[in-house]
């Protein structure tokens, strides 16, 4: 038996017979740390896969129009895992056979049931209670020999922006007619993979001071809308205020502009009356009792009486009778 050792950050480690060949990796991007490797025996005649990093590792299941994932995150809807196990196993063995078809299907159950002891089977059954799906499904090439299984775990989330998803693959591959030792060499080597607790460690101390800036950098933001709303506030009341200033100025310019012209058109009136009242020898008689004017009256006389109820005299230096009192001529520019 021979050690490998994930070469970038000594994630894991792996337990293969001589001979075999493995390289594997951390993937990272936007999403958590995810080791992955590739086993081949020397002749290529078995492989095994565990998190290929050619998946893209997150998908988006569209939830409407306000559908805004990050930028190179594909938008699919949630796929079941024996579909992508199946589209998998056709791509993967794309390269090798193109006759190849699906014979059987694995559920969960079955998933379940090869675990190796219960410790596994709880943390099986852990990630299905917390949502997971798992499947998948065996492919045979009747012609040229060839085997395929592949299992997935689906990992959906449900957030605001919508449901992001993830599939976590599996893969065996060999002879089909040596499949069942093959396969067993290859679920012992899966098996025996362990992970460093060092890295582990390091990984989850990161997760949380990245978690921790997280929320410190939305309650920032929080605290910044709340700013930029209270301005937006403060400026819809000033606009508010010079509008109501505006009108009042509006207003008050129309008020004098209707004055003047109310004015303007009262001495107007005025000179043309007179003048009417020259041409035809006439005059106004304004009565300081009853408030109006008497329009009419002949001119040139000192005195002018009314009775209140029409009738005009002129002349006298004394009231022609007890009902009679004295009205003034009206001016231009005077009371009326």
Same mark, same amino acid.
């Given at each position: ?139 045979? *090439?009747?012609? /040229?020999?060839?085997?395929? =299984? %592949? @299992? ?6 449900? !957030? +605001? ?112 009356? *007179?003048?009417? /009242?020259?041409?035809?020898? =006439? %005059? @106004? ?6 408030? !109006? +004017? ?43």
């Amino acid at each position: 038996m021979q050690r490998f050792v994930e070469p970038s950050e000594g994630a894991f480690q792996l337990w293969l017979p001589d001979g075999y060949r493995a390289e594997g990796g951390v993937l990272r991007g936007a999403h958590e740390p995810r080791p992955w490797y590739r086993v081949e025996s020397e002749g290529g005649g078995a492989e095994l896969r565990s998190g290929d990093p050619t998946l893209v590792p997150s998908f988006f299941a569209p939830s409407g129009p306000m559908m805004f994932p990050m930028p190179g995150v594909v938008l699919a809807p949630v796929a079941h895992p024996m579909a992508f196990a199946e589209h998998y196993a056709r791509g993967w063995g794309a390269r090798f056979s193109a006759n190849l078809r699906v014979v059987s299907t694995r559920d969960a159950a079955l998933l379940r049931a090869e675990r190796p002891d219960a410790a596994a089977q709880g943390r099986f059954d852990q990630m299905l209670a917390m949502g997971c799906l798992a499947g998948g499904v065996v492919a045979l *090439d009747d012609a /040229l020999g060839w085997c395929f =299984e %592949v @299992d997935v775990f689906v990992v959906a989330v449900t !957030g +605001v922006m919508g449901t992001q998803w993830s599939p976590f693959v599996t893969g065996r591959r060999g002879r089909s007619a040596a499949w069942a030792h093959i396969r067993a060499s290859l679920v012992a080597i899966e098996r025996g993979a362990t992970p460093n607790p060092r890295w582990q460690a390091m990984v989850q101390q990161t997760q949380q001071i990245q978690h921790a800036m997280q929320r410190e950098n939305i309650e920032t933001q929080g605290r910044i809308a709340n700013v930029y709303a209270q301005m937006g506030r403060d400026a819809i009341a000033a606009h508010a205020a010079r509008a109501s200033a505006s009108h009042q100025n509006m207003q008050a310019m129309h008020d004098a502009s209707r004055a003047a012209w109310a004015a303007e058109s009262a001495r107007s009136d005025d000179a043309q009356r *007179d003048r009417v /009242l020259q041409i035809r020898d =006439e %005059v @106004d008689l304004v009565d300081p009792q009853g408030g !109006g +004017v008497l329009r009419g009256a002949p001119a040139g006389f000192d005195r002018y009486w009314s009775d209140g109820h029409g009738t005009v005299v002129a002349g006298g230096h004394e009231a022609p009778g007890p009902a009679f009192h004295r009205v003034t001529p009206w001016r231009p520019g005077g009371d009326t």
